[in-house]
């Protein structure tokens, strides 16, 4: 009775931990019970605010406010030894997904890339065709233009990490539809809290709308540090624009010097 009595009290934890993220599907996969135990522990010592659900995110046919989910404060700091279990666990969650139209073309989930400590991420918009085909975001070449813009900042592809709003490739790599964005970033969410990066890049109009939940010009949201979920959120253009309209380049350093500053680097000498 008292084994019946411990395993229904695991069994609500773990649907309470899961509500909390606003995911309310069951997952076919197990939860690491150590992790779990962790994560929740955390989450209620924090008394943090529960995730919203995906349908509070955005609404395609209105003028959006804020989104609930950028005001809200970031979940609770996870322990560095614990971000790649954490992000594998939400990988995991995500199984074979088929919670939107998405799947049906896919190839592969591109879920993210890099470092689980890093202190600046780079958000997207969704795979493309090169990404579709490796499983990995930004491999093609406005990911190649990424990794050029990375290491003008000194730094390399593997310390930072990269994802997208959505995770499987649009057909003709058209901008997401409101349902499928509303699937996908409540994992996206979970991945930046885990994460926790010190800067946040939006990469294009797409990635920024998701994030800070307002539709606006993206000449309205560069030039300025945005506060997000406890962290600071930088908007620049999407590498895939760069390669369109090259002298907007000049425009997007100036953003990426912005993060640096921030991050206190320095760009690489050229001796």
């Known amino acids: 009775m008292a ?36 994560l929740t522990a955390a989450r209620e010592e924090s008394q943090s605010v529960p995730f919203p659900h995906a349908d509070s995110q955005l609404n395609s046919t209105a003028d959006l406010s804020p989104s ?29 997904c088929t919670r939107c139209a998405l799947h049906n073309g896919r ?33 093609g070449k406005a990911g190649q233009l990424l990794n ?11 310390e930072v990490y990269i994802a997208n709003v959505v995770k499987c490739r649009p057909p003709e790599n058209r901008v997401p539809e409101q349902e499928e964005g509303a699937m996908c970033t409540p994992f996206l969410f979970r991945q930046i809290d885990v994460v926790r990066p010190q800067v946040l890049v939006a990469l294009g109009a797409t990635a920024a709308t998701w994030l800070l939940g ?8 560069r030039g300025r540090i945005h506060a997000f979920r406890g962290m600071q959120l930088i908007v620049t253009y999407h590498p895939a624009y760069l390669l369109r309209d090259p002298r907007q380049k000049k425009e997007a350093w ?18």
């Open 3 to 38: 084994q019946q009595t411990a395993t229904r009290e695991d069994l609500l934890t773990r649907v309470r931990f899961y509500r909390d993220l606003g995911l309310t599907e069951f997952y076919r996969r197990p939860v690491d019970p150590e992790l779990l135990a962790r």
């Open 254 to 271: 100036a953003d990426l010097q912005m993060a640096m500053r921030e991050l206190g680097l320095k760009p690489p000498s050229k001796g």
């Open 68 to 96: 609930p989910s950028s005001a809200l404060p970031a979940a609770p700091l996870i322990d560095s030894a614990d971000r790649a279990a954490a992000l594998q666990q939400i990988r995991d969650e995500m199984g074979e």
């Open 148 to 158: 050029n813009m990375i290491a003008a900042m000194g730094l390399r592809r593997e």
């Open 107 to 139: 190839n592969k989930i591109v879920f993210g890339d890099g470092s689980p400590n890093a202190r600046l991420m780079f958000v997207g918009e969704g795979p493309g065709a090169d990404e579709d085909a490796q499983g990995l975001p930004f491999v």
């Open 214 to 221: 307002q539709r606006q010009p993206l000449a309205g949201l």
